[in-house]
């Protein structure tokens, strides 16, 4: 058994400190070296320097004891592939001292196993987790994980697409990602989560007395709109005038229309669940849309 985590990433204590919430990351996977370029650029890597999300990266074979390093075996009533075994993955989330499922406080921490037989995971799901101070995730493979896992640790699965991996080291980055950034002070721009693709409805009110509206707005669960920036003409294409007229009330109302429009075309799916006003309804029903 291991006397410390395989990988870590996170900040020294002592800066973790000076926050009042630091959530923690711990990755349970075969490949624990997958993690280390993800966790090492962009918002991540600057979020662990920060303090604000820490990272454990735990590689299951230190919790095998054969001389192979065995966390696989096949399936009891044949079919193809192999399946992770339980005692390397039950003894890697005691090690971590978790309490038994059944005493857990989970508003405040949660083993996660990823799946494709899990729940859909969703920038609702991201938020969820957000407010917790530890997740745990169990990085599934081969042909899947012994159910007696996730009965007697998982508090649930999670998938990100209808699709099957090789491995659910590419979920838990996902996972890790779209959540760390929902936390306060891992994005340059706290705001950026909520102007964004699935962000929520706000904004768009004055700021103060004779202020004039913000010209951006939350998304009310919308595909974000679309976005230009220098040149203003590029291979013979414009940049929407109404975007350099400086009106925010229109440049908001475009907005608000072009997120309406790639919604219907792209995911129809996710109108029923958005925030629509009256006047989103009937632009909406002016392209063809039908409630």
């Given at each position: 058994?291991?006397?410390?985590?395989?990988?870590?990433?996170?900040?020294?204590?002592?800066?973790?400190?000076?926050?009042?919430?630091?959530?923690?990351?711990?990755?349970?996977?075969?490949?624990?070296?997958?993690?280390?370029?993800?966790?090492?650029?962009?918002?991540?890597?600057?979020?662990?320097?920060?303090?604000?999300?820490?990272?454990?990266?735990?590689?299951?074979?230190?919790?095998?004891?054969?001389?192979?390093?065995?966390?696989?075996?096949?399936?009891?009533?044949?079919?193809?592939?192999?399946?992770?075994?339980?005692?390397?993955?039950?003894?890697?989330?005691?090690?971590?001292?978790?309490?038994?499922k059944?005493?857990?406080?989970?508003?405040?921490?949660r083993?996660?196993?990823?799946?494709?037989?899990?729940?859909?995971?969703?920038?609702?799901?991201?938020?969820?987790?957000?407010?917790?101070?530890?997740?745990?995730?169990?990085?599934g493979?081969?042909?899947?994980?012994?159910e007696?896992?996730?009965?007697?640790?998982?508090?649930?699965?999670?998938?990100?697409?209808d699709?099957?991996?090789?491995?659910?080291?590419?979920?838990?980055?996902?996972?890790?990602?779209?959540?760390?950034?929902?936390?306060?002070?891992?994005?340059?721009?706290?705001?950026?989560?909520?102007?964004?693709?699935?962000?929520?409805?706000?904004?768009?009110?004055?700021a103060?007395?004779?202020?004039?509206?913000?010209?951006?707005?939350?998304?009310?669960?919308?595909?974000?709109?679309?976005?230009?920036?220098?040149?203003?003409?590029?291979?013979?294409?414009?940049?929407?005038?109404?975007?350099?007229?400086?009106?925010?009330?229109?440049?908001?109302?475009?907005?608000?229309?072009?997120?309406?429009?790639?919604?219907?075309?792209?995911?129809?799916?996710?109108?029923?669940?958005?925030?629509?006003?009256?006047?989103?309804?009937?632009?909406?029903?002016?392209?063809?849309?039908?409630?």
């Open positions: 058994m291991p006397t410390m985590p395989a990988v870590l990433f996170a900040t020294r204590a002592a800066r973790i400190s000076t926050f009042r919430f630091c959530m923690r990351f711990d990755l349970i996977t075969i490949f624990p070296e997958f993690f280390a370029s993800i966790l090492n650029h962009g918002v991540l890597r600057r979020g662990i320097a920060a303090g604000r999300v820490a990272v454990a990266v735990h590689d299951l074979r230190a919790f095998a004891h054969d001389r192979h390093r065995t966390v696989d075996d096949r399936p009891f009533g044949g079919g193809e592939g192999m399946v992770l075994k339980p005692e390397p993955l039950s003894e890697a989330v005691e090690w971590l001292g978790l309490p038994p059944t005493d857990r406080n989970t508003t405040r921490e083993v996660i196993l990823l799946s494709a037989q899990g729940s859909r995971f969703t920038q609702a799901v991201a938020r969820e987790l957000a407010k917790l101070e530890r997740v745990v995730l169990i990085c493979r081969y042909e899947g994980v012994d007696r896992i996730s009965e007697l640790f998982c508090d649930g699965e999670l998938s990100i697409g699709f099957v991996l090789s491995g659910g080291e590419l979920a838990a980055a996902v996972v890790v990602d779209a959540t760390a950034r929902l936390l306060p002070g891992v994005l340059g721009n706290e705001a950026s989560s909520e102007y964004e693709s699935f962000g929520l409805l706000g904004g768009g009110e004055p103060a007395p004779g202020v004039p509206p913000r010209s951006t707005h939350g998304s009310g669960g919308l595909l974000d709109y679309p976005h230009y920036t220098r040149p203003a003409e590029f291979r013979g294409l414009k940049v929407p005038e109404i975007l350099t007229r400086g009106d925010h009330a229109a440049i908001r109302r475009w907005r608000r229309e072009r997120a309406l429009e790639k919604t219907w075309r792209n995911r129809p799916d996710l109108l029923p669940g958005a925030q629509l006003s009256e006047t989103d309804r009937a632009f909406l029903r002016s392209l063809g849309w039908a409630e």
